[in-house]
Each structure stands twice: as C-alpha cells, then as structure tokens.
C-alpha cells in the first residue's frame, strides 16, 4: 500500500519563478493538506483541499494556490517566489472527517536563490 | 484558538537513560493531541495520539505520554533511549472544524541521544 508520494523531491528556483508541486494521497484518502516547514521550525498550515476545493486555509498570502484532482491528488502552486519561500513543504492525506492522524510524504524541498 | 509549546528546543540524553520532552497545549475545548518525529530528511511519523479516551497514551518505540487537563500538558516520555531516537519531536493539537482536520504543531524538540 503506497504512501503519500511528492514530487519533485528538491527543486532550486530563483526569486520571481513560478513553481508546481506534486501530491498522491495515501490510498483510500480523500483529503490533502499541505506544510510549510521552514529551516529549525515547526510546519505551517498552507491549506486543504477536499472534493476539489480549498477548504481551509491558513496565513499565506493568495501567491499561494492549489489544486486537487478527480483522483485526490494535488498541486501547491507558489507563484513570484521569494527567498522566505525556500522551504520543505508536506504534504498529508487523511479521511474526511476523521480526527485521527495525518499521513505525511517525504516532503519537497525547495530552495530559492 | 488552538496552540502548543514545547517548552524545551534542544533535549540531550545518554543511551539507556530516560527521555522527557514537555508540551503544554491550549484548547478551548477537549482537544485532540499527538506527537510525531521527524528524522532527518524524513518526513513525518506518527508516535502516538490521545483523543480523549485513556490518559495514558502508548505509542510506537516504547514512548508513551500522559494527558493531564489540569496543567494542560502531554509529556512525551521513554524509560530508555536508544540512539536511533535522535530525531526532531513535534508535540501537535488538531483542530476539526466542519469535518476538516488542521494541524498546530509546535516548534519542536530536538533530541540528541549520546553513547
């Protein structure tokens, strides 16, 4: 049974780039979350996304789109990169619903020149 | 609004020696608590949740913690450390509003075992 799966694993962009990231669910979820984790920090809620619309979102200016898929998977779009983006973002799946664990990916690690 | 604080950044301990890592929670309601670890490069795992059942929570490598409302705090202990514990620890408090699970981590705990 597969995991959460990201991809790319790390990506390096300069400041005013664009970049795409890759979520797959854990099978059988249907709720995707994604993190921030900034370098020494804990990780930041960004949003989340559940029949394919946002549901939640946390502090994160509106640079910061998603999208989920017919499939459960999901995209983090960050457009006009900033250097405070370089970052490792996660990204969780879970059931709607539930109140129990979020299964985290691996994680993409993105550096901002 | 829902908050967590570990109150210790950097933990060192020797094998074979207990672990203590300290959380204290803020909740306006029952909350539900867990901890997870981060090993390096490695995303997040779960090590245990408490959702208001029993107290004392067992979870995965011998920790356990201990939900106590009155000092609004979730301790993550262990008798004994092993060097593969090293790892960031994250104590985290989840907020389910409309059927939608988000959650607040802390800061987190870096543990550091030594020979």
């Known amino acids: 049974d597969a995991g959460v799966t990201q991809s790319p694993t790390h990506l390096i962009k300069t400041r005013g780039q664009q970049v795409t990231l890759r979520c797959s669910p854990k099978?059988?979820?249907?709720?995707v979350s994604w993190y921030q984790q900034a370098l020494g920090q804990g990780p930041q809620f960004i949003f989340q996304?559940?029949?394919?619309?946002?549901?939640q979102r946390g502090n994160f200016p509106d640079r910061f789109s998603g999208h989920q898929f017919p499939n459960y998977s999901s995209e983090l779009n960050v457009n006009a990169l900033l250097l405070g983006d370089s970052a490792l973002y996660l990204c969780a799946s879970s059931l709607f619903g539930d109140t129990g664990e979020l299964f985290f990916g691996e994680g993409s690690r993105l550096t901002v020149l | 609004a829902q908050s967590v604080t570990q109150l210790d950044s950097h933990v060192s301990v020797s094998e074979g020696t207990p672990v203590l890592l300290r959380c204290n929670y803020s909740?306006?309601?029952?909350?539900?608590l867990f901890w997870y670890v981060q090993h390096p490069n490695k995303g997040l795992q779960l090590l245990l949740k408490y959702t208001s059942a029993a107290t004392l929570v067992k979870g995965i490598n011998g920790f356990e913690a201990e939900f106590k409302k009155s000092e609004t705090s979730f301790h993550l202990t262990k008798p004994s450390a092993h060097m593969s514990d090293a790892a960031e620890y994250f104590c985290v408090v989840s907020r389910l509003s409309g059927g939608y699970n988000k959650l607040i981590f802390g800061a987190g705990t870096r543990l550091a075992v030594h020979p």
């Open positions: 996304y559940y029949e394919e619309e946002e549901r």
């Open positions: 099978s059988g979820h249907d709720t």
């Open positions: 909740s306006s309601y029952s909350p539900s």
